[in-house]
């Protein structure tokens, strides 16, 4: 069971530059995440997929696209990279958004822009 | 609007010793509040949450927290602090008014000295 899986773990871009976050679960979970961790920030929500087919902006969408490709799997673009992007994305999943359930959360990618 | 403050950065506590992470909330409504922890290189890890019921919730690796309404408070405690506790926590809200998403504090690096 390997539970939500990202893709890459790192990552170097140069400004301007595009790249795609990948990220997958297994666990039949109906909604998807994308938080940003930067120091002393916490983990603010870049935008969220609250079942297949649908996606919303969270707190700080701007510079980000999503795609949720299907019920398994939620991409994180960044069309045009500037160095503010700079932080560790992570992916998180849960079974239904209402209530307590409990957020999965992928291992991480760092992403450096130079 | 709803808000986490974790108003500690960092603390540090003897191997043995009973530590407690501190954490107040603000949130329209009854507050469902999380426990996460973060280990080096890895993603966020569910301790604990309080829904509703007793205030006092135990959690995983022997963590407790204590809700505490008139004080709107959410702390992390535990009774014999282990080297291996050493970690980043997070405390987090769920916000019930339409999107159901979580916020999380700034959190609190927490360091346990042999």
Redesign the interface.
């Known amino acids: 069971n390997a539970g939500v899986t990202q893709t890459p773990k790192f990552q170097v871009l140069k400004t301007g530059q595009s790249m795609t976050l990948q990220c997958a679960q297994d666990m039949n979970h109906n909604s998807m995440y994308w938080y940003r961790q930067d120091p002393g920030m916490g983990l603010r929500l870049i935008y969220y997929s609250a079942s297949e087919g649908t996606t919303d902006k969270g707190e700080v969408p701007n510079g980000y696209n999503v795609s949720r490709l299907n019920k398994r799997e939620f991409s994180l673009r960044l069309e045009s990279a500037a160095p503010s992007q700079t932080s560790v994305y992570f992916c998180a999943s849960t079974f239904d958004r209402a209530g307590a359930n409990v957020l999965t959360f992928g291992a991480g990618s760092r992403l450096t822009v130079l | 609007a709803q808000s986490v403050a ?1 108003p500690e ?1 960092q603390v540090n506590v003897a191997e043995g010793n009973p530590l407690t992470v501190k954490c107040t909330y603000s949130v329209s409504g009854n507050p ?1 509040l ?1 426990w ?1 922890v973060q280990y080096p ?6 301790l604990l ?1 309080y ?1 509703t019921g007793d205030n006092l919730v135990k959690g995983s690796y022997g963590f407790e927290a204590e809700f505490n309404k008139s004080q709107t408070s959410f702390h992390l405690k535990k009774p014999s602090a282990l080297v291996s506790d050493s970690a980043l926590y ?1 405390c987090a809200v ?1 916000d019930q008014t339409g ?9 609190t690096r927490l360091t346990v000295i042999p």
């Open positions: 974790q950065d469902y999380f996460y290189n890895r993603g966020l890890q569910f949450k829904i997070f769920r999107a159901n998403n979580l916020f999380f504090g700034t959190g």
